[in-house]
């Protein structure tokens, strides 16, 4: 089993930035890729950005150029830096583990809003 943990949600003005945090912990070992996802209310959850081990970087096309995935294999890690930041980012973020190619995990999600 994989336990992720995410931090770094809140309140934020329209224009600003947060970073998020995603710690994984337990069976760590073949993890292929990490990334996140997100939820509004009332629609269902979609790929925000994800990041293949080794290999290549995928972006939503509403985040490209706001958002940045990065991950840090040394501490089972990965985050996300969103800049000018809109009202509908508003929504759950989950962070988002694969391992073997097969087998998926999820964090509790960390809640992000963004409102004047």
């Known amino acids: 089993q994989v336990q992720l943990v995410e931090s770094g949600g809140g309140l934020v003005q329209p224009g600003g930035s947060l970073r998020l945090s995603c710690v994984a912990s337990g069976t760590i070992s073949n993890i292929n890729a990490m990334g996140w996802f997100r939820q509004a209310p009332g629609k269902e959850r979609e790929l925000v950005a994800f990041?293949?081990?080794?290999?290549?970087?995928n972006y939503a096309d509403f985040v490209k150029g706001r958002f940045t995935i990065s991950r840090d294999n040394a501490e089972n890690a990965v985050y996300l830096q969103m800049n000018s930041l809109k009202p509908e980012d508003t929504a759950v973020y989950f962070c988002?583990?694969?391992?073997?190619?097969?087998?998926?995990?999820w964090g509790q999600g960390t809640q992000v809003t963004v409102s004047s």
């Open positions: 988002n583990a694969i391992r073997l190619s097969r087998y998926s995990y």
């Open positions: 990041k293949i081990s080794g290999g290549s970087t």
